[in-house]
C-alpha cells in the first residue's frame, strides 16, 4: 500500500490543474453574494474569497484523498477529472440567481484497471460495484470532516463564522454530489448498487436534517437511519426485483 501511495497517490499535472480550476470556480460561487452587506466591498469580498478558497480546497482535497486512497486499497489507480459542463452550468446559475441557488459539484472520478495490483481479488477486473464503494467514501469524508470541525469548533473557540462556512459547505458539497447525475459521485454509486446508494444518500440527507430542524449533529444516527432505509428499500423493493 505504501508503493501504491508513492506511486499513484499524488495528483498528476493534469489533475492539479482540474483540481485548482475547481477550487476556484467553487469558492467563487459559494462566496459570491458576500462582497458586501449594503454595498459593493472589494476587500470584504476579496476577505471572504480567500476564506472561501481555504474552506472548499480543504474540503474537496478529503473527498478526493478518502477516494484515491479506497481506490489504490483495492488496487486501481484514480484519476479525477474536471467536470466543466457542470462548473460552467453552476457559475451561470449563480450569476442569474445573483448568488441565492448554489449549485455546487464535485469533479468526475475514474479508476483504471492495475493488473499486478489486482492479483489475488476476486472479480479480477473493474466492476461497478467496487466503483460505487469508491465513489461513496467522497461524500462520507466530507461528512465525517464536517463532524470534526464543528467539535474542533466548539473545543478550541474558532470563529463560530468560520466554522459555520466550513461546516455547511462540507454538507453542501457531499449532498450534491449524491445527485444521480453522471459523472457525479452519486451516479457511480447508483448505478453500482442501489442498496449502497439508499444507505449513503439516507445517512447523509438524514445528518442534514437532524442538524438543521433538530439541532442533533450525530453521525451515529445518521448511519442507523441509512441502515434503516438500507433495509426497508431492500425489504420493499429489491428483494422483489431480485
Known sequence: MRDKIQRYGWFQQEEWRGFLITVLVLAIIFSF??????????????????????IVSLAVAVH????????LWYGFRPEHILWWQGLTFSAVLTVFSNGNIKFLPGSALMIHHMP????GFYRYGPNFKTFASIAAVG?????????????????????????????????????????????????????????LYVFVVSAILGYIVLA??????????????????????YVVFEREWS
Do not use: C, M
Open 139 to 195: 461524500p462520507g469524508a466530507n461528512l465525517v470532516l464536517a463532524g470534526i470541525l464543528r467539535i474542533a469548533g466548539e473545543a478550541t473557540g474558532l470563529p463560530p463564522e468560520l466554522v459555520g462556512k466550513a461546516y455547511a459547505f462540507n454538507l453542501l458539497f457531499a449532498a450534491y454530489n449524491l445527485l444521480p447525475f453522471p459523472p457525479l459521485d452519486g451516479s457511480r454509486i447508483f448505478y453500482g448498487s442501489r442498496l
Open 116 to 119: 499486478t495490483h489486482r492479483l
Open 33 to 54: 453574494d458576500e462582497w458586501g452587506s449594503t454595498s459593493f466591498e472589494v476587500s470584504e469580498g476579496f476577505a471572504n474569497l480567500l476564506l472561501a478558497i481555504l
Open 212 to 233: 438543521l430542524a433538530v439541532g442533533i449533529r450525530s453521525i451515529i444516527l445518521a448511519v442507523l437511519i441509512g441502515a434503516v432505509a438500507w433495509f426497508l428499500f
Open 64 to 71: 478526493h484523498a478518502a477516494q484515491r486512497l479506497l481506490a
